[in-house]
């Protein structure tokens, strides 16, 4: 299956579209470099400035959540769906937990999901205003095996994806790094039901398998291979909707990979945003759905508000 993709950047004239802009003067020489490397390859990267002070402030930001347990924020324990802070009474920082859509509660998480120079590069790519519509905390490498993220997160349409993720800390090989695949942007979509590449949980394993052997197949046969992002803080790292990625293994338990995640999607295309979180009704879990059209701005980059925020 093709998706037939409208932007700039995914038309056969690409390059030549980079050179007019750089000869005009709207793109400087090095984002001219990244939006190369992100035509060919499928991906961009580059440094943004995160010092130990903006780190560590998140870091108490983290454990904040921890102690105070907001009723309005989600954590996604390992292997599970996401759960109000108040009502979670698992482990505390399991290996593999997720913290969905904290740039409701944090001034430094708001700082990345709505970080200038990312917006740049983000606007550059679809060559029209963007907007950031959900984000992720990991502590620890996700270990997700690879996949594409139209499977999981729905834009309309799904070419107007986009994501960043930023690297809160030093990140080695014994950290389970992001694995990532390029020039698999270009690679033909697998269709989990007929005319869909939705991966939604009533697809089965065997599809799920299906899926996996297929990429791989399609990889070998273009002669694609996996590599692994090891940085440095405030390292970035920007993906296109098409790029097969995922987590590799955390090879030393005692290794953190403290990161951040920002899905973006055209502004004239993404309005609201609907999210749910389970709360204790009585004895039980109950799963509760809201949405928000809150947009929260700042110098004119705009980014949805956390859907459950002051439920």
């Known amino acids: ?3 037939q993709s409208d932007l700039w950047l995914d038309q056969p004239d690409a390059h030549l579209r980079i050179d007019e802009r750089l000869a005009a003067g709207l793109i400087t020489p090095d984002e001219a470099a990244r939006l190369r490397t992100f035509v060919d390859f499928g991906f961009l990267t580059f440094p943004i400035d995160l010092d130990e002070g903006f780190c560590k402030a998140f870091d108490d930001d983290v454990n904040g959540f921890w102690t105070d347990r907001p009723a309005d924020l989600a954590v996604s324990p390992p292997m599970e769906g996401p759960i109000s802070f108040r009502d979670w009474d698992g482990k505390v920082k399991a290996p593999g937990y997720r913290i969905p859509d904290m740039h409701s509660h944090s001034d430094r998480a708001l700082d990345i999901y709505l970080h200038p120079e990312l ?3 983000v606007e550059l790519i679809y060559g029209e205003r963007a907007i950031a519509f959900q984000s992720l905390y ?5 270990q997700q095996s690879l996949h594409r993220d139209p499977m999981f997160v729905f834009t309309d349409p799904p070419t107007h994806l986009l994501a960043s993720w930023v690297a809160l800390e030093d990140v080695t090989e014994e950290s389970g790094p992001l694995a990532y695949v390029p020039g698999s942007h270009r690679l033909p979509w697998f269709e989990f039901t007929p005319g869909s590449i939705l991966c939604g949980h009533e697809i089965t394993k065997e599809r799920r398998e299906e899926f996996n052997s297929t990429t791989e197949a399609l ?15 405030g390292d970035a790292f920007i993906w296109h909707y098409g790029l097969v990625h995922g987590g590799t293994r955390i090879a ?8 951040f ?3 973006y999607c055209t502004a004239a295309d993404k309005k609201s945003r609907t999210a749910g979180m389970n ?3 009585g ?3 109950k799963r509760v759905r809201t949405t928000t059209e809150r947009v929260i701005e700042r110098d004119g980059r705009r980014g949805l508000d956390n859907p459950v925020r002051n439920r």
């Open 1 to 3: 299956m093709e998706l």
């Open 119 to 121: 917006f740049r590069m």
């Open 138 to 142: 990991f502590e620890y490498g996700s």
């Open 219 to 233: 990889m070998h046969e273009r002669g694609l291979q996996v590599e692994r992002l090891t940085c440095r803080r």
């Open 252 to 259: 030393d338990k005692a290794f953190t990979r403290k990161s």
């Open 261 to 263: 995640v920002t899905h």
């Open 279 to 281: 709360i204790r009704d």
């Open 283 to 285: 004895g039980a879990l």
